[in-house]
Nanobody, 121 residues
């Protein structure tokens, strides 16, 4: 069974930065597309960014230019660098392994436990 572990969340002021990490047992991340999602209280879980096995990426419009997804195959980790954070970015962030096809990301069955991001002054 695949286990995904997110880390790096925390409290940050508006305009600040955080880097989230998604790690997994074994080398599954090296061979999978990965998506980062977020879910705020009372809202649905939405895709924030995704990266294909080959490094192609896509982003939600609300985070374009501020967030960057990247993979480090040597560390079997996928990162989400978040900059110029806004209060509306506050949520629990989850990573997922899935399929990336023609610019679209399709989530798979495996999710991490999530990491909380709070943006507040």
């Amino acid at each position: 069974q695949v286990q995904l572990v997110e880390s790096g969340g925390g409290l940050v002021q508006p305009g600040g930065s955080l880097r989230l990490s998604c790690a997994a047992s074994g080398t599954i991340l090296n061979y999978s597309a990965v998506g980062w999602y977020r879910q705020a209280p009372g809202k649905q879980r939405d895709l924030v960014a995704a990266i294909s096995r080959g490094g192609n990426t896509n982003y939600a419009e609300s985070v374009k230019g501020r967030f960057t997804i990247a993979r480090d195959n040597a560390d079997n980790t996928v990162y989400l660098q978040m900059s110029r954070l806004k209060p509306e970015d506050a949520a629990v962030y989850y990573c997922n392994t899935g399929v990336y096809d023609s610019g679209n990301y399709y989530p798979g069955a495996y999710w991490g436990q999530g990491t909380q991001v709070t943006v507040s002054s």
